[in-house]
C-alpha cells in the first residue's frame, strides 16, 4: 500500500482543509484581521500522515512582529480600562463564536498535527474553548487585597495588567496550548502576540482570525516562524512584559535568559519524564487502563505529562503487563481524520527519527527486551507512523529512561521495595506529572507528600483541564496554569496604595 486508504468522506474532508490551508497560507494576524506578511521567506507545512506540504507560513522577522507588537501595544490600554465584566463577556462570546467552528478547527489541526481527530483533536478543541469560557467567567474575579484597618490608613492592593504578553507554544497540542496561554492574559486586561510552532501554525492562525470577529483590534495578534528568529525577537521586544512559553527545557532556558535582560517575568511549562507506580494491592484493571491512558496514544505519546517511566510490583508485574499488552491492539493507527482512527501519526520526520534512535538503543541495551511495537507499522509505506513500544528491563541510568523522548515508547520496570522506587522516581531533573496505583489511602498520601512533581494523580491517568493548577518544578518548568491564582500571579502585577484618611 503507498497511500493512506481513502473514502469519500475522508477526500471531502481533506479537499475541504487543504483549501482553507491553502487561503491562510502567507498570512499573520494583526490589527484586526487576517493580514499578508511582510516575510519574504516561509516555512512549509507538512501533513504527517501523507507527507505532503499543505502550506506555507511566512517566516517571520523583524518586521512582522514589529508591527503585530505595536498593534498589541495600542490596544492595551483601551482593553486594560474595559470593565473586567465587560472584558469577560468578550472572551466569553469569542469561546462561543469559536465553538461554532469547532469541527473545522480540529479537522485542520489533525492535518497538520497528524494527531487523530477523533481522539485528539475534537476533544482538544473542546478543552480550547473551554479554557476560554472558564477564564471569561474569572475575569471579575481579579482582586487585590485590603490591610486590616490602622489609624488614619486605608491599605490595600490593586492588580494591574502587565502590557503585550508574549506567548511561544509547541505542536503537540496547539490549540489547548493557545487557550492556556491568551485566555488568562486577556481576562486579566492584557494584550498578546503568539508565535505558533513551526509544525503546527494553520489552525492558530484560523483560531486568531475567528477571534477578530468578536475582540477589538490588536487584542490577540498571531504571527508565525522559527523559535531563534521571531520567538526570539518577541522574547526580546521592549514592549513585550510578559513571557508565557511551553516547550521544552532547553528552550525554556535560553527564554529565561532573553527575559533575565529586560527583567520581565516568565512562565516556563517545559518537559517531564513521568513515574507511573503502581503498588501491589493496586487493583489491577485499573492500572492497566490507567498506564494506557498514561501512554497518552491519542497524541502518539507527545505529551509532556506521559507516564512514559512506568514501575510495577513484582506481585501483580505479569498480570499488568498482560492487560496492558492486551489493550493496546485496540489503539487503532490509521488516517488522523478518519472517524475510527485512535492513533494518528507522530508529528515529523525529525520527531520519528528521534523515537527510533531511542528505540535502537534499547534493543541493544543488554538485558532490554522489547515487549511490544519497536518500528513503523506495517502497510503504511508514508506518514511518520510508529507503534506504540514498551520495553522491558532498560537499566535507570540509560538515557531511554531518563531523556524525554516525545513520543509513544515508554519503559517497564519490576519492583519488590517502595523507598527504592520512590528514590528512582525523583532521581529525575524533571517534576512534571507523576501517577500512583494502590487501594491504600496511607501510602497514597505519603507518595503525594514525597514525589516531586507538580501535576499528581492517584489511580487514573488524566490530562490537564480548566479549574486545576498545572505546571512543573525542576526542570520541567516555574509557574502554573489554568486557575484563577496562577491567572493573577502570572498576568498582572500588585500595586500597593495606601490612602491617609484623616480629616486634616
Ligand atoms: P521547542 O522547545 O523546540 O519549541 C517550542 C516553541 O518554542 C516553538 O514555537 C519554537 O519555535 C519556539 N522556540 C524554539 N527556540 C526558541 C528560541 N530560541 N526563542 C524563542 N522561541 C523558541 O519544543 P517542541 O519540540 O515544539 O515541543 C515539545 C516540548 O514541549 C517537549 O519538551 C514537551 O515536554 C514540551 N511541552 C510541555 C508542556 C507543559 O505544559 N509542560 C506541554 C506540551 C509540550
Redesign the pocket.
Known sequence: MNELPMNDQLCDRLATQLAEAKRLSGCIVYDGGLRKALATEFISVENPATEEIIGQVPRCGNDDVDAAIASASLAFKPWSALPARDRGALLVRAANHLEGFLEEIARLSSLETGNALATQCRNEARTMVDILRYFGGLAREINGETSPPEVDQLRYTRREALGVVGA??????PLM?LSSKIAPALAAGNTVIL????QAPLAILRVFELLQDILPPGVANAVSG???EA??L??EHPAVRKIT????????A??LH?AADKIVPVTA????KNPNIVMPDANIERAAKGILQGLRLQRQGQ???AGTRIYIHDEIYDAVVEKVLAGIPAFKIGNPLDETTQVGSIVSRKQLERVERYVEMARSTPGARILCGGKRPDGFDKGYFYTTTLIEGVPASSPVCRD?I?GPVATISRFTDFEAVLAEANDTPYG?AATIFTQNLAAAFDFVARIEAGFVQVNQFSVAEANIE???TKM??MGRELSLASMIQHFTWSKAVIVNTSAA
Do not use: D
Open positions: 511561544i507554544i509547541p505542536w503537540n497540542a496550548q508565535k505558533s510552532a513551526e522559527l523559535g531563534e520567538g526570539r518577541i522574547c512559553f511551553t516547550g521544552s527545557s532547553a528552550v525554556g535560553k527564554i532573553y511549562e517545559l518537559g517531564g505529551s509532556c505529562s524525554e516525545f512534571l498545572y505546571g512543573g520541567s518548568g
